[in-house]
């Protein structure tokens, strides 16, 4: 039985094979034979190859554009049988989010903050369930989130008064970024929420330009406005303005479409509908890790460091690419590999940095226990 976790883009597969019960004899290619040659006959399992977990031919990774040197495998082919005979997965632990709230405090829009004040605390709980630590800044006229539990922990939450109205969101997000600048962190993704029922004066590109002057990276952008409806989207009472919007936030929605963001109508009666979608673009925005920790072994068997492989698919591919381990750190330079923490007794699997990149990209890291490890060879 295969273990399968999705966690943030990624698809992360342990496959806990490389132990053995205490005693047995491990199964070795015949003498003379380099790693990933077929066993030969006088092996009692019969003949199999042993080295690349899932059954495909090693192959050489690509190496980034612009790497230099080039790593090479040993390749053969392995029956898959021989790797699919315990199950184990490993925790993942995703990177941080940085979320920013903007909320139009026009009278028009207090259905609206309701309907985030009720949310906005689940919200945050979900994401933190999913392993993200979270940075939530709230900048509003009144502190939305004062009566939840996220509004009592300062840890992860910041409320920035501001007079926010109908039209100038973005303007205020540039104008208190101090405010809350030493709470956004370098290594997190960043999201942008704006909550209103009207447009903005501010130009999408402007704001995107002066954003990533003043955060020093891209962002997300996520947009609950009024689609592009006459006179803006209506809600489920069917009365214009009274239970929809004023106008439709044109620009809201061109900078979600900029950055990659969601776009969400205001009128929708369900506000699972609206943090649902926010959520799992949060989650899968979380930078992936480069360190794996290895789970352990059943009980009464014992992990073989020789037996470790792992494969990487390049999101949106079929064809994965085996990753070759790499002796130490030393070894990375420019190589898409991986190494040890300790070569004696590991417990974590290391991503040299241009198999980190890789990753942080998106895809899917397949660990496989049981077969002989495709090793890096550096001319």
């Not at 369930?129 to 940075?135: E, F, L």
């Not at 406005?225 to 006179?231: I, K, L, R, T, V």
Request: with cysteine.
């Amino acid at each position: 039985m295969r273990s399968l976790v999705v966690i943030g883009g990624l698809l992360f597969l342990a496959i806990l094979q490389a132990c053995s019960a205490e005693g047995d004899t491990k199964r070795t290619p015949t003498s003379g034979g380099a790693p990933g040659t077929t066993l030969g006959d006088d092996d009692p399992n019969g003949p199999v190859a042993s080295d690349i977990p899932g059954g495909r031919q090693a192959q050489q990774p690509d190496a980034p554009t612009g790497s230099a040197g080039a790593a090479s495998l040993e390749s053969g082919e392995v029956d898959p049988d021989e790797c699919s005979s315990v199950s184990q997965t490993a925790e993942v632990e995703l990177g941080p989010a940085d979320i920013v709230w903007v909320i139009d405090g026009s009278v028009s829009m207090l259905d609206e903050i309701a309907a985030v004040q009720m949310n906005i605390a689940n919200f945050a709980s979900d994401i933190s369930s999913a392993g993200i630590d979270h940075h939530v800044v709230m900048v509003a006229n009144t502190d939305i989130a004062m009566p939840t539990p996220l509004g009592g922990d300062s840890a992860h939450y910041r409320w920035v008064l501001a007079n926010v109205d109908s039209h100038n969101a973005l303007q205020v997000l540039l104008d208190t970024y101090p405010q809350y600048a030493d709470f956004m962190r370098p290594d997190a993704s960043l999201h942008f929420i704006v909550v209103t029922d009207d447009n903005a004066f501010t130009p999408h590109m402007q704001f995107k330009s002066q954003m990533e002057g003043l955060a020093g990276k891209e962002f997300y952008f996520h947009s609950i406005a009024s689609e592009d409806a006459p006179g803006g989207c209506i809600g489920a009472c069917g009365l214009p303005v009274i239970c929809g919007a004023f106008a439709p936030g044109f620009e809201y929605y061109a900078l979600s479409d900029l950055t990659g963001g969601e776009k969400i109508s205001i009128c929708v009666a369900d506000w699972s509908q609206v943090f649902g979608p926010l959520k799992q673009a949060v989650i899968a925005s979380a930078p992936l890790p480069c360190d794996y920790p290895i789970p352990p072994p059943p009980s009464g068997e014992t992990l073989d460091p020789a037996l470790v492989n792992m494969e990487f698919t390049v999101q949106d591919a079929t064809d994965a690419m085996v990753v070759p381990r790499a002796g130490d750190d030393g070894e990375c330079a420019a190589n898409v590999a991986w190494f040890y923490d300790d070569p004696t007794t590991p417990t974590e699997i290391r991503l040299c940095p241009a198999a980190c990149e890789l990753a942080k990209a998106g895809g899917t890291v397949e660990i496989a226990f049981g077969c002989e490890t495709a090793l890096l060879v550096v001319d």
